[in-house]
């Protein structure tokens, strides 16, 4: 009868037992043995984002084992890999990145053939990264002192654990503005910014992790100052005769040069003037106005630019009168005797047209008579 052999493991030795047969007695070794690590080797320093990865190799003399491996990162993440039968070499990557920097991380690497588990342990260093700004604008680049801006952009950070502040500098002397982003936040938005002043700014955007890397962005605006009223450099209107023309000159000036202008001319006898669109580089005007009477006028002038903004200037003028000019003059008859009637006929001109006329006529015998033309 044949005994029974069993191996026995007592802390991790193997212990070979041995049996005897009634007929005879003979030993067999039964030896389970643990693997050993020989080499085992991670890659650092790694950055945050980044999968380091481990190598090793080991002996077992068991060829039959099938070995697992397990991989405590240090970070509180875990990877457990199988290896193929027969093999004692290994190279594993770890499964997610890093989220964040550690000035020291403790690796625990596990090797098990199902019996037995061996470990070692491997130091490591993940290194922050700066963030990178991916993109960066102002939702206008040309605007009127007055009016507003905001700012946007998007960034990059492997370090998935890392907040963000974003400090955006207008360039304007204004205080600047800053958001606070939470964990996974890349992109950003600014309230609205008021440009007071002219003149051409860089704003900056300056986007910084927890651990103090940053880096930064610019982009141009340009201000245009307040459209400014036209002014008039001079102004004047030059009488002539009633029936005549009376001149009017202005000369002006306007601080923007893109500026164009109507002027618009009021009399004062009830009649307007338009001059239409003057040319962004035309700053005189004239015209002429014919008074169908004598008297004094106050002229209004109106000067607008593009922007709406006006100007007025007014004067006052006196065309002349000018004295009627008696042109022909008739008798009918030519000759008359005592108490017969004189038809007495005639004509003349006046360049007011507006005037009325009273036509005296002295009939050369101590007589006069007189009447009112219209």
Excluded at 103 to 123: E, I, P, Y
Aim: charged fraction near 10%.
């Amino acid at each position: 009868m044949k005994g029974l052999l069993r191996p026995l493991c007592v802390g991790g030795l193997s212990i070979a037992i041995a049996g005897t047969t009634l007929l005879g007695s003979s030993s067999v070794a039964f030896a389970f043995t643990a693997p050993s690590f020989n080499s085992l080797a991670i890659t650092t320093p790694v950055n945050e984002g980044d999968k380091p990865t481990v190598t090793g190799t080991f002996t077992d003399l068991d060829l039959a084992d099938q070995h697992t491996v397990q991989i405590n990162w240090g970070d509180a993440s875990m990877d457990l890999y199988t290896l193929p039968v027969g093999d004692r070499s290994f190279s594993l990557q770890k499964s997610i990145g890093f989220p964040d920097n550690y000035a020291s991380l403790m690796a625990q690497v596990s090797l098990s053939d199902g019996r037995f588990t061996v470990s070692r342990f491997l130091n490591l260093t993940v290194l922050n990264v700066t963030p990178s700004i991916t993109s960066f604008g102002l939702s206008a680049t040309v605007l009127d002192a007055g009016q507003t801006a905001t700012a946007t952009g998007g960034f990059d950070d492997p370090g998935t654990a890392d907040t963000h502040t974003v400090t955006v500098d207008w360039g304007d002397g204004l205080p600047v503005t800053t958001l606070n982003l939470a964990r996974r936040v890349y992109v950003f938005t600014t309230p609205a910014h008021m440009f007071a002043r002219a003149g051409t700014f860089t704003v900056s955007a300056t986007v910084t992790d927890k651990d103090g890397a940053f880096t930064t962005a610019t982009s141009s605006i340009t201000v245009n100052g307040l459209n400014q009223a036209p002014i008039v450099s001079t102004f004047g209107v030059t009488p002539g005769n009633e029936g005549g023309s009376s001149s009017l000159a202005l000369t002006f000036a306007d601080a923007d040069p893109a500026d164009m202008h109507t002027v618009l001319v009021a009399w004062g006898d009830g009649l307007t003037t338009d001059s239409g669109t003057l040319a962004s580089d035309v700053t005189t005007y004239s015209t002429t106005h014919l008074y169908a009477d004598t008297g004094t006028y106050p002229v209004v002038l109106t000067l607008k630019d593009s922007a709406g903004n006006t100007v007025t200037a007014g004067a006052s003028v006196s065309p002349a009168n000018v004295a009627p000019a008696v042109g022909t003059l008739t008798l009918s008859p030519a000759s008359l005797v005592d108490h017969q009637m004189l038809t007495v006929g005639g004509d003349f001109t006046d360049p007011g047209t507006a005037d009325t006329f009273t036509l005296t006529l002295d009939w050369g015998d101590k007589t006069s008579s007189t009447a009112s033309l219209v």
